[in-house]
C-alpha cells in the first residue's frame, strides 16, 4: 500500500465520520416531537452543513484518487468546482425552481407532471455533478436541497416519491450492495468495533466542544451530538461508492456499513435518554 493509497483512504474515512443522516434524523426528530423545537433545529441546520462538507471533500477525492482521476494535484481547482456546483444549484433552484414548478401544477396534470419534474431534475443534477468528475449522488443530493421550499409548500408528491424510492429503490440498492461484497469474509469485529468507537466519540464529542463553544449547556450540546451521530443511508452510499472506487478494500467497507447501522440505531434511543422524550417507534 502506497503513502497515497493510505492517505486518500484516510480522507474518505474522514469524510464518512463527517456525515449525518439527514432523512434518517428529520424522521426521528419529528416521531419524538423535536422537530420544531430550538434543538430540532439547530441539529437540521448542522447535518445540511454535515451533508455538503461530507460530499464536498468526497467529490475532490474521487476527482483527485478514483478511478478516472488525472493525478495532475488539481485540489484547489476541483474544490472550487464543487463549491460553485453547490451554490450555482441551490441558488437557481430558490430562484427559479419554485415558478417552474408551479407552473407545472397549474398547466400539467397531476400529480403525475410534477412528480416526473422531480425526477427528472434530479437525474439532471446527478448527470452534470457526473460530468464535472463528481460523483452522481452529490448532484441529486444538492437538487434535493434546492427543492426544499417547493416540498415545504407541496408536500404530498414528494410524499409520493418518498413512499416509491423507500418500497422499491432502497431494496435494490441494499441486495445490489450484498450481492458485490460478502460480508462474511470482510467482517473483522476488531476494525468494526474500533471505526464505531471513533464514529461515536468523534461526532458526539466534537459536536458537544462546539455547542459549548456556542453556549449551549452540556445536556443539550450532548443531545445535539447524538442527533448528528446517525449516517444512515447517506453514509452507506458513501461507503459503496469509495469501495467500488477502490479507495476502501472489503474489511473497511463492511466496517463502515455496520458503523453507518450502529450510529443511526442508537441516535434515537439516545437522544430519548438524554431529552426524557420517547424513543421512535421502531
Same mark, same amino acid.
Request: hydrophobic letters at 55%; charged letters at 10%.
Given at each position: 500500500?502506497?503513502?497515497? &493509497?493510505?492517505?486518500?483512504?484516510?480522507?474518505?474515512?474522514?469524510?464518512?465520520?463527517?456525515?449525518?443522516?439527514?432523512?434518517?434524523?428529520?424522521?426521528?426528530?419529528?416521531?419524538?416531537?423535536?422537530?420544531?423545537?430550538?434543538?430540532?433545529?439547530?441539529?437540521?441546520?448542522?447535518?445540511?452543513?454535515? &451533508?455538503?462538507?461530507?460530499?464536498?471533500?468526497?467529490?475532490?477525492?474521487?476527482?483527485?484518487?478514483?478511478?478516472?482521476?488525472?493525478?495532475?494535484?488539481?485540489?484547489?481547482?476541483?474544490?472550487?468546482?464543487?463549491?460553485?456546483?453547490?451554490?450555482?444549484?441551490?441558488?437557481?433552484?430558490?430562484?427559479?425552481?419554485?415558478?417552474?414548478?408551479?407552473?407545472?401544477?397549474?398547466?400539467?396534470?397531476?400529480?403525475?407532471?410534477?412528480?416526473?419534474?422531480?425526477?427528472?431534475?434530479?437525474?439532471?443534477?446527478? #448527470?452534470?455533478?457526473?460530468?464535472?468528475?463528481?460523483?452522481?449522488?452529490?448532484?441529486?443530493?444538492?437538487?434535493?436541497?434546492?427543492?426544499?421550499?417547493?416540498?415545504?409548500?407541496?408536500?404530498?408528491?414528494?410524499?409520493?416519491?418518498?413512499?416509491?424510492?423507500?418500497?422499491?429503490?432502497?431494496?435494490?440498492?441494499?441486495?445490489?450492495?450484498?450481492?458485490? %461484497?460478502?460480508?462474511?469474509?470482510?467482517? &473483522?469485529?476488531?476494525?468494526?468495533?474500533?471505526?464505531?468507537?471513533?464514529?461515536?466519540?468523534?461526532?458526539?464529542s466534537g459536536v458537544w466542544i462546539g455547542?459549548?463553544?456556542?453556549?449551549?449547556?452540556?445536556?443539550? %450540546?450532548?443531545?445535539?451530538?447524538?442527533?448528528?451521530?446517525?449516517?444512515?443511508?447517506?453514509?452507506?452510499?458513501?461507503?459503496?461508492?469509495?469501495? &467500488?472506487a477502490e479507495l476502501s478494500d472489503l474489511?473497511?467497507?463492511?466496517?463502515?456499513?455496520?458503523?453507518?447501522?450502529?450510529?443511526?440505531? %442508537? #441516535?434515537?434511543?439516545?437522544? #430519548?435518554?438524554?431529552?426524557?422524550?420517547?424513543?421512535? %417507534?421502531?
Amino acid at each position: 500500500v502506497t503513502a497515497k &493509497d493510505r492517505f486518500s483512504t484516510a480522507l474518505f474515512m474522514g469524510s464518512i465520520l463527517s456525515l449525518s443522516a439527514n432523512p434518517v434524523i428529520a424522521r426521528i426528530l419529528l416521531d419524538m416531537g423535536l422537530f420544531k423545537t430550538e434543538i430540532g433545529r439547530t441539529i437540521m441546520s448542522a447535518t445540511l452543513v454535515d &451533508d455538503l462538507v461530507g460530499w464536498g471533500l468526497f467529490a475532490v477525492i474521487l476527482a483527485e484518487f478514483g478511478p478516472n482521476a488525472t493525478g495532475q494535484g488539481q485540489g484547489l481547482q476541483i474544490f472550487a468546482t464543487v463549491c460553485a456546483f453547490i451554490g450555482g444549484t441551490i441558488l437557481v433552484g430558490k430562484i427559479v425552481l419554485p415558478r417552474i414548478m408551479e407552473w407545472i401544477l397549474e398547466s400539467m396534470p397531476r400529480p403525475s407532471a410534477f412528480i416526473s419534474a422531480v425526477v427528472l431534475l434530479a437525474l439532471v443534477g446527478a #448527470a452534470a455533478s457526473e460530468h464535472l468528475g463528481l460523483h452522481s449522488f452529490l448532484g441529486a443530493f444538492i437538487v434535493g436541497i434546492a427543492l426544499a421550499d417547493v416540498a415545504q409548500r407541496h408536500p404530498e408528491p414528494f410524499a409520493t416519491i418518498a413512499e416509491f424510492s423507500y418500497a422499491v429503490f432502497t431494496p435494490i440498492f441494499f441486495v445490489s450492495m450484498a450481492i458485490g %461484497a460478502d460480508f462474511v469474509a470482510g467482517f &473483522d469485529p476488531w476494525l468494526v468495533g474500533l471505526i464505531t468507537a471513533v464514529a461515536f466519540l468523534g461526532k458526539i464529542s466534537g459536536v458537544w466542544i462546539g455547542g459549548r463553544m456556542a453556549g449551549m449547556d452540556d445536556r443539550q %450540546a450532548l443531545a445535539v451530538g447524538c442527533g448528528l451521530n446517525a449516517r444512515g443511508i447517506l453514509g452507506i452510499v458513501m461507503a459503496a461508492a469509495a469501495f &467500488d472506487a477502490e479507495l476502501s478494500d472489503l474489511r473497511l467497507f463492511v466496517a463502515c456499513v455496520l458503523m453507518c447501522v450502529f450510529t443511526t440505531m %442508537a #441516535a434515537g434511543p439516545a437522544l #430519548a435518554a438524554i431529552l426524557g422524550r420517547r424513543p421512535p %417507534a421502531a
